[in-house]
């Protein structure tokens, strides 16, 4: 028997979240206050949706992972440190660190330095750097944001840090805005070896534009979900794009639905979401409105390397 529940009330502008043993967080790409426009709390904070979750059970927010702007969380399956995107022009990246073995419980919330950059969206292809992490003192931001806490203490900007994911022992995440054409970057952050690389960026919008939400591929590759905001400068409108770990990418998927207004033409609903069945047979992604729709496409896979 199929059924379906609400599973998470009372948030805001959730976002794209992330998969745990556990169960699904579900992010607030939000950091507004209680008391500003209507709100009747502080909004920002990650929640943990559990299986075993009952109806009337209330709530659960991660408060130890701190309250900022965030999209996406992935977790490092052998330290269980989580890394975490922010979603804004001024975005930074940021990892908690757990001071147990319970990822949700207490721990250290820290922000993405590179050695020489404040600012990683002028990079380009094969540009890397050194990493450290800097402590967000007040993760909760009680007064100033996360993100100007962590660029006062020297933490680079990422434009507008999206998708992110774990593949090979390494994190990959999205800037979808970042890059010389501000129209995307893809980067690999590798532990231990504390460097960050630009794997990808955007330099011709017709084979990758705007890289919005990120999943690894039964294969071991990447799937890029795009979040075009125009169709300008090559674009064509929203695909789902492969990503190679060494940076070749193949078309998957096209939303050929585009909006006209006039002369203008915009490129119709963004890919979001897209996660594949436990069995790796079938790909779910949403497509946002107009359509609001999620699809499922069977596999199985073989080829999605």
Same mark, same amino acid.
């Given at each position: 028997?199929?059924r379906?529940?609400a599973?998470?009330l009372g $948030? ?6 992330g ?6 967080v579900?992010?607030?790409? $939000?950091?507004?206050?209680?008391s500003?426009d209507?709100r009747?709390h502080?909004h ?5 949706v559990r299986?075993?979750?009952?109806p ?7 408060t130890?992972?701190?309250r900022? !702007?965030?999209e996406?969380?992935v ?9 975490m ?14 001071s147990t073995?319970d990822?949700?419980?207490?721990g ?6 590179v050695d020489g950059?404040?600012?990683t ?11 450290s992490?800097v ?7 009680s ?5 100007e806490?962590?660029? !006062? ?7 507008r840090?999206?998708?992110? $994911? ?15 054409a ?6 690999r952050?590798t ?6 690389e ?9 084979v ?6 990120l999943?690894a ?8 979900a ?10 064509r409108?929203q695909?789902?794009?492969?990503v ?5 990418? $193949?078309?998957?998927a ?14 119709g609903a963004?890919f979001a979401?897209?996660c594949?069945?436990?069995? !790796?047979t ?9 359509e ?8 199985p ?5």
């Open positions: 028997m199929r379906t529940t599973a998470l $948030t805001e502008l959730n976002c794209a979240g998969r745990f043993d556990q169960g699904w579900s992010c607030e790409e $939000t950091d507004g206050r209680a500003t209507g009747r502080d920002g904070w990650a929640f943990l299986l075993d979750r009952k009337d059970d209330p709530p659960e927010r991660v130890s992972w701190g900022f !702007k965030r996406g969380v977790m490092d399956p052998t330290t269980r440190v989580v890394y995107t922010e979603d804004d022009e001024n975005g930074r990246i940021y990892r908690f660190v757990p073995d990822p949700f419980g207490p250290s919330l820290q922000a993405l330095v950059h404040t600012d969206s002028p990079w380009k292809a094969g540009d890397k750097g050194a990493v992490w402590e967000v003192a007040d993760p909760g931001a007064g100033a944001t996360c993100r806490q962590a660029a !006062k203490a020297g933490a680079a900007r990422v434009f840090g999206e998708g992110v $994911t774990w593949l090979d022992g390494s994190v990959w995440f999205t800037a979808t805005q970042g890059g010389p501000n129209a995307g970057q893809l980067f952050y532990p231990g070896k504390e460097e960050l630009a794997v990808v960026v955007v330099e011709d919008r017709a990758l534009s705007m890289p919005d939400n999943v591929t039964p294969g071991g590759g990447l799937l890029v795009e979040d075009n905001y125009d169709a300008k400068d090559g674009c409108g695909f789902l794009r492969l190679t770990p060494d940076g070749q990418i $193949t078309d998957l096209f939303n050929r639905h585009a909006e006209h207004d006039g002369e203008e033409v915009r490129p963004e979401g897209p594949f069945s436990p069995d !790796k079938v790909l779910f992604v949403n497509l946002q409105g107009p609001d729709v999620t699809v499922a496409i069977t596999g896979w073989p080829w999605l390397a």
